[in-house]
């Protein structure tokens, strides 16, 4: 698995996946990157970094389409399933609008892996995957990867056709099949459980983790959880699926989640480094139980090593800033808080 191999990267033009583009070029590797949309506004950050001119591929292809996926597989001695299908419209029906599309969607990338003859295909997977209600799992046990989200609880839980859990339900089926066609057929399948990613953006949209940090610094209407957070920056999770991919020891699940800090603790921190903005009020955040610390000591394990959590702010923050994203526009509609972070 040398840096002079092809490998594919579904969802290219998204948050994470742009910064593991980036630093797969920086190491020597060709890319072939799939995206739904050709459009320069949708890729023309990928095809501006270093070496893409020479080593970057782009391809149309949607993972409901298994022959477009095989097309910008071939070739390819690895795979990072990056991307994650999420309807826009509201769910009527989760099963055929969420949850087929991700399993669907997953199992076709490995297919095509497998019809490729792919060394190693590396998951995205979450931490919602792991830290939701968890069958028989001791109460302020230290979470690892042995731990499961329960599936039931969150379809039993979710009368509502709230998006957001269904997306943790998708998570967690997905990431059972993508292991389980593994085991099947002889893929190495391995996957990476990132908790709340933070840190500066190459694409040029915002992405709703950025927006969980606008909000806490301009404010709005909505109230916020005081949940316990897990975060990783986002150019140490680039690493992180990058080191899975190329240690051959690496195996199963890898939780990449290694900052823990508190919705009240987050704000605290803003409040100190950033006095000129508004932030939300400590009474717009809500209290709620915390769930037990989880473990990336399997990565750390691995080699891999992360920056600290007061850099990846900074350098979130200093993005957002010199793009634009935390000035107020006339007439701009009050700042939300992304509905995907008070649900999960």
């Known amino acids: 698995m040398a840096g002079s191999s092809t490998v594919c990267v579904t969802g290219a033009g998204g948050f994470i996946a742009s910064w593991l583009v980036k630093l797969l070029l920086a190491r020597g590797y060709t890319v072939h990157g799939t995206v739904r949309d050709l459009s320069d506004k949708k890729s023309a950050h990928l095809k501006r970094l270093e070496s893409a001119a020479e080593r970057l591929r782009i391809f149309k292809a949607d993972l409901l389409d298994y022959d477009a996926m095989a097309a910008a597989v071939v070739g390819c001695q690895g795979v990072f399933h990056v991307a994650t299908p999420v309807p826009s419209e ?11 599309p991700a399993v669907t969607g997953t199992t076709n990338v490995l297919r095509a892996a497998s019809a490729a003859g792919v060394q190693r295909v590396v998951v995205v997977s979450s931490i919602v995957a792991v830290e939701i209600n968890p ?24 009368v509502l056709l709230v998006l957001q859990i269904w997306y943790a339900v998708a998570k967690i089926i997905s990431e ?9 057929t002889g893929l190495d399948v391995v996957s990476v459980n990132p908790g ?24 709005g209407p909505d109230k916020v959880r005081n949940k316990l957070w897990h975060v990783v920056d986002v150019r140490d999770l680039a ?3 990058l080191l899975v991919y190329e240690v051959p020891g690496a195996s199963g699940r890898h939780i990449c989640a290694p900052h823990v800090i508190s919705v009240r603790e987050l704000l605290d921190l803003l409040k100190s480094k950033y006095p000129d903005y508004p932030c939300i009020t400590r009474e717009n955040i809500c209290d709620r139980d915390h769930p037990a610390p989880m473990t990336s000591e399997k990565l750390t394990k691995l080699g891999w090593s992360c920056r600290p959590l007061e850099e990846t702010i900074a350098d979130a923050i ?5 793009a634009g994203f935390l000035g107020d526009a006339d007439g701009e509609a009050p700042c939300r808080f992304p509905p995907l972070f008070n649900k999960i």
Do not use: H
């Open 196 to 219: 709340l990613v933070f840190g500066p953006m190459l694409q040029p949209t915002v992405n709703a983790s950025s927006q969980f940090l606008i909000y806490l610094l301009k404010g």
């Open 239 to 241: 690493e992180a699926l």
């Open 135 to 158: 069958k028989g799992w001791p109460e302020g046990k230290i979470r690892d990867e042995s731990c499961w989200s329960d599936e039931e609880f969150c379809r039993n839980n979710n």
């Open 318 to 322: 200093g993005f957002c800033q010199r």
């Open 90 to 100: 509201k769910l009527t029906d989760p099963e055929l609008q969420m949850l087929a």
């Open 176 to 184: 059972e099949a993508a292991l389980e066609y593994g085991r099947q």
